[in-house]
């Protein structure tokens, strides 16, 4: 097979990003995202909430945009599996320590979800593969 490509016939991209995250190790995080102000992960400290004490964050990128005020934004990162508690599309973690931070949306690329998806280069478009 040397000099040859492999060609993967009939994967769509959403199952090569699947395999890739299994191969990198990822398979066992969560991708979350949480609105900030504009001191941004400093502001992440448990709070008592309706699902109990812990911080939240969110499954979408466009929930957490409610929470974001100017001179902050979005931040995105992904937690352990077993360092969080899932209840649909509610993250809640109770270390700031056990989320890794990847990145902050600025507040002025939060308006849309056109903005977001543009900004990270993914489509957050939810039930796209209802339609």
Same mark, same amino acid.
């Given at each position: 097979?040397?000099?040859?490509?492999?060609?993967?016939?009939?994967?769509?991209?959403?199952?090569?990003?699947?395999?890739?995250?299994?191969?990198?190790?990822?398979? *066992?995080?969560?991708? $979350?995202?949480?609105? !900030?102000?504009?001191? @941004?992960?400093?502001?992440?400290?448990?709070? =008592? +909430? %309706?699902?109990?004490?812990?911080?939240?964050?969110?499954?979408?990128?466009?929930?957490?945009?409610?929470?974001?005020?100017?001179?902050?934004?979005?931040?995105?990162?992904?937690?352990?599996? *077993?360092?969080?508690? $899932?209840?649909?599309? !509610?993250?809640?973690? @109770?270390?700031?320590?056990?989320?890794?931070? =990847? +990145? %902050?949306?600025?507040?002025?690329?939060?308006?849309?979800?056109?903005?977001?998806?543009?900004?990270?280069?993914?489509?957050?478009?939810?039930?796209?593969?209802?339609?």
């Amino acid at each position: 097979m040397s000099g040859r490509r492999m060609k993967f016939k009939g994967l769509s991209g959403r199952a090569l990003r699947r395999i890739a995250k299994t191969v990198i190790g990822q398979e *066992d995080t969560i991708r $979350v995202f949480r609105g !900030v102000g504009h001191k @941004g992960a400093e502001e992440m400290r448990p709070s =008592e +909430g %309706l699902l109990g004490l812990g911080i939240y964050f969110y499954k979408h990128p466009y929930d957490a945009r409610s929470y974001a005020s100017p001179g902050g934004g979005i931040l995105y990162g992904r937690v352990s599996i *077993d360092r969080a508690n $899932v209840y649909g599309d !509610v993250v809640v973690v @109770g270390d700031p320590q056990d989320v890794e931070i =990847e +990145g %902050l949306i600025p507040s002025e690329f939060t308006n849309s979800l056109q903005d977001i998806n543009d900004y990270l280069g993914e489509d957050f478009t939810r039930n796209k593969y209802l339609a």
